[in-house]
């Protein structure tokens, strides 16, 4: 039987009512790290997809592959509700990610410590 990591869910925008993409992750400080410098995601480089507005933890990364599977098919008004619903304002939310996540994956995306 193979051990699982948790994993993340997250919404990124290109600003408030922008461009958005869907993606999942077993770290959300390297991967969002990773879109902000342009690495691995066309998508993201083309549209300036780097402002982290949602974010979703799961214990196993398999329900976190679920759950973006559930959210990549909704209509694009459903996605905008759930952003609003859990972060109105459209905070960038990486940083307060770094805080929470970054030393319990060890990682740093790159960055100093935080």
């Known amino acids: 039987m193979s051990q699982s990591r948790g ?10 009512n922008g461009t958005l993409y869907v993606g999942v992750t077993n770290d959300i400080v390297r ?3 990773q ?4 690495e691995r995601s066309e998508f993201v480089e083309q549209y300036g997809v780097t402002r982290l507005v949602h974010l979703e933890r799961f ?4 329900e976190a592959i679920c759950r973006e599977k559930q959210l990549k ?7 905008l509700d759930l952003i609003r619903e859990n972060n109105p304002a459209w905070e960038d939310l990486y940083e ?5 996540y970054g030393r319990e994956r060890g990682a740093t995306g790159g960055l100093s410590a935080p």
Request: glycine share 6%.
């Open 7 to 16: 994993g993340f869910v997250y919404i990124l925008a290109s600003k408030p």
């Open 31 to 33: 991967r969002v790290y």
């Open 35 to 38: 879109h902000r410098t342009g």
């Open 59 to 62: 214990d196993q990364i398999e």
């Open 73 to 79: 098919p909704w209509k694009r008004a459903w996605k």
């Open 96 to 100: 307060a990610a770094c805080r929470t």
